[in-house]
């Protein structure tokens, strides 16, 4: 999924496919998908370049994959990919601090960013005739980007606000982030990606411009483009603005780091303060996104969770009223992924009570096949919401990306909905088998602080004797 936008990531829909109008729900998985005819080549610095024309609009999208995510930030420095989401908006050597705001807004477009685990991505959607203009502007903070106290001091003060917002402030953002963290033990995807105040408040400008260095270069990037464009124009201008952009001589350093295998349930139990009623989480250790079993796992994800039809809410919600909500999510990386499930209690039901019927549904799946409408639904779901996303130039540009960069091959663009297409409900059963296990679980009760057990008296005592005695030394040493 897409976390840590700069501004809420939106893929505006014009339409839907014309095929789709008239064709009834049951025909959406075994609709042709239009392809995607894309060129594909390499600069000499080692800049990757994917670019598709589409006269459909006077339009072009503009996007830049960089491979490097949350999984990359320096062990404590958190939140490092994220804070340059931001500082990608400020000054260059030839551009004003949000001046990309003023190249895209101001002549009708927009411009956007997102950090994910893996990637960063830029992208800005112009009329057709402004392409040259964004392409010299996307080179020009590739190459002369102005990392310095001020604009470095003035993101991070914006990204620890995020992170106030959408950790502190919601009632159930702390479980979200225990999510990432309990999840993983030995990957750095256990680093959440929005980072900590204390890592930024320790980061030096120092630290921050050699992350940029690391891994803002011509030989970590592709640049995607779809939309009205002449191809031979096109490459002239990638020449002109990217090809003088020098490599380094230093290696681009990868992330090798293997999460063990888990070997049995773990248990964590988290308050929070402002949680008005408790929570249960689980996470599987899922494949990676290039799987073969990924497509799988994202129908089960639709039948257990999507809508008020989804098999979840109907036990749980309408039925059993154990829950007020509950939802399935499956979140591709490209090392490792996550299956997880969450669901609020409903009042007056315990932890255990929830706990227990999720159970039972994961069961039920892994004990037998779901049902032929419920595999179709499933496929017209996701398979719709792939082709309104594919309406729009940013759309193609994102599922060119997505497949270059995180899958290895930009033609599984062309191929993956009809690979979808083909899973079975034997498919779904198996993988809800082999990664939905007992030994491959870990179960997070989030909890009220009101239920946080009282501690003995003689804790008590000893913890104010020893805050006491810290106020003290604070106080003796100013």
Known sequence: MLRLSRRVLQISVVALFAALTVAPPQAVAQTKVPRLDYRERTLSNGLRVLSAVDKSS???AIQVWYKVGSKDDPEG???FAHLFE?????STKNMKSEMMDR??????????AFTADDVTVYYEVVPSNYLETLLWAEADRLSTLTVDDANYKSERDVVKEEFRERVLAPPYGKLFYLLEQKSFSKHPYRRPGIGSIEDLDAASTEDVRAFHSTFYRPDNATLVVVGDFDPKQFDAWVDKYFAGIPKPNKPLPRVNVKEPERTGEMRVVEFGQNVPLPAVAFTFLAPPKASEDSDALRLAESILSSGESSRLYR????EQQVAQSVNAGTDLR???SLFSFLGILASGKKPDDLERALMAEIKRMQDAPVTAA???KAKNQIITNQLRERETNNGKALALGDAAVLLGDPNRANTDIERLSKVTAADVQRVMKKYLTDTNRLVIYYLPESLRPAKPAAEKTGQAVGQQRDARTVGGGK
């Open 77 to 79: 420095r958190s939140g």
């Open 58 to 60: 006077p339009t072009v």
């Open 315 to 318: 036990a749980l919600v309408y």
């Open 103 to 112: 190249l895209t807004e101001d002549v009708g477009g927009n411009n956007n």
């Open 86 to 90: 931001h500082i990608m908006f400020k």
């Open 334 to 336: 490209e090392d490792l």
């Open 374 to 376: 419920e595999l179709e």
